[in-house]
């Protein structure tokens, strides 16, 4: 139990394009979602905090505007990198807190999707 | 302030040795500690956690990991290294702030090589 998938695993795009990754929990209900970045060879960055029906929590120094997220549903969240730029070119991952017993702070990891942008 | 530290980038160990990967932390409050591993170009995936009882807490793939309150570490060991142990390895603690969504907070990981 409790598996998250991310979708698509590897997308490459063109500057100024706009791409989505979807992160799903695949055997359980996740009420928060987690949006990470990580760099080659360092730790993750928390990128945003996204509860079922309500607005993203991002952390200082990420744009909003830029990376949208939607959780539109207990097992559903989006990430959109709008505009791509090349230095958006990384690795991104999700992670979901399963509803009800998100208290430990336990978080399931999706396999991540490596984004380049040309 | 909240964190984590990871206070080794590498730890080379040949295999059958122990292992151990360091981590302390400092956090407000009870710590909720976790282990977790990456293999390259993958997402993260869950070794052990230690959120309340014995001190010693075991985990997958033959890990554990000792809470020490008193130095606030939480060393992730391994009796006898496999060379499929090599990736990264990061400890986490859960943030203390009632309104942080129980974020983790995270160390800046460790790679271990484990040679033949």
């Known amino acids: 139990g409790a598996v998250v998938s991310q979708h698509p695993s590897r997308v490459i795009c063109k500057s100024g394009t706009s791409v989505k990754i979807e992160c799903r929990s695949l055997?359980?209900?996740?009420?928060?979602m987690f949006w990470y970045r990580q760099f080659p060879k360092q730790s993750l960055m928390l990128m945003a905090t996204?509860?079922?029906?309500?607005?993203?929590?991002?952390e200082q120094g990420v744009e909003k505007d830029k990376f949208l997220i939607n959780h539109a549903s207990l097992t559903l969240s989006t990430l959109t990198v709008t505009s791509a730029h090349p230095e958006d070119s990384s690795f991104y991952i999700c992670?979901?807190?399963?509803?009800?017993?998100?208290?430990?702070?336990?978080?399931?990891f999706g396999p991540g999707t490596r984004l380049t942008v040309l | 302030a909240q964190s984590v530290a990871q206070p080794e980038d590498q730890v080379n160990v040949a295999e059958g040795n122990p292992l151990t990967v360091k981590c302390t932390y400092s956090v407000s409050g009870n710590p909720y500690l976790f282990w977790y591993v990456q293999y390259p170009n993958r997402g993260l995936q869950f070794l052990l956690k230690y959120i309340t009882g014995d001190n010693l807490v075991k985990g997958s793939y033959g890990f554990e990991a000792e809470f020490n309150k008193s130095q606030t570490s939480f060393h992730l060991k391994k009796p006898s290294a496999l060379v499929s142990d090599s990736a990264l390895y990061f400890c986490a603690v859960r943030a203390s702030r009632t309104d942080s969504n129980y974020q983790l907070i995270w160390g800046a990981g460790t790679k271990l090589i484990i040679k033949p």
């Open positions: 996204s509860n079922e029906g309500s607005k993203a929590t991002y």
């Open positions: 055997d359980f209900q996740a009420t928060t």
């Open positions: 992670s979901a807190g399963r509803a009800g017993r998100n208290r430990n702070g336990e978080q399931f």
